[in-house]
């Protein structure tokens, strides 16, 4: 938030200085006590804040493209299961994106990823880890129907990218083994 704050001052100042003009009163100024050093920095920062959001609303208002600003707070309202209707209003207020563009951007976002894996397990420079973990699941009236097994084996897998040095013996060794059982399959056919 601080640099882009301190880009849009180094771009248009008079736009800051009037944004600075409409987040600061006199009611905030005189809260933070001379001597309170601590709260002059969360005011500041605070400050710096409400004058991003006010000129996100406003380039967005001016220009539907210019959202990035309003992508990222949909993304992150995503990731916390917000409801829809906060959304929504969120939406019409100018401080996000509509439910449609959110389930875009994650759609985007999930295919740049699986690109982005494709090409690194390629490169066999990643390193996996699987864990497996187990899941009650207590129903809140058991029934005869429902007469499954309410414990459920999960494995969850995580992949990312090695050090490069790991990477490299690990490729060789794999690369050795690749070539053994390819001539133990040829030897065998």
């Known amino acids: ?3 882009k704050s301190q880009r ?61 600003f309003q992508v990222a707070v949909g993304v992150y309202l995503h990731s916390t299961n917000t409801p829809d209707k906060v959304i929504s209003t969120l939406h019409h207020a ?30 066999l420079l990643i390193a996996y880890a699987y864990d497996n973990f187990d899941i009650l699941l207590k129903a809140s009236t058991p029934t005869v129907e429902t007469n499954t097994d309410p414990l459920k084996h999960l494995t969850s897998g995580l992949v990312f990218p090695s050090n490069t040095m790991f990477g490299l013996r690990t490729c060789s060794s794999l690369i050795l083994v690749i070539k053994e059982n390819d001539k133990f399959l040829v030897m065998s056919l």
């Open 1 to 3: 938030m601080k640099k």
């Open 8 to 68: 849009i001052a180094s771009i248009a100042p008079g736009f800051s200085s009037f944004l600075h003009s409409i987040c600061v009163g006199k009611k905030v100024a005189s809260e933070a006590g001379a001597n309170d050093d601590e709260t002059s920095v969360e005011l500041d920062q605070l400050l710096e804040i409400k004058k991003t959001t006010i000129a996100n609303i406003i380039l967005n208002a001016r220009n539907r493209k210019c959202n990035a």
């Open 94 to 123: 100018g401080l996000c994106v509509s439910q449609a563009s959110i389930s875009r951007a994650i759609r985007s976002l999930s295919t740049e990823a699986l690109v982005s894996l494709s090409t690194l397990g390629k490169d």
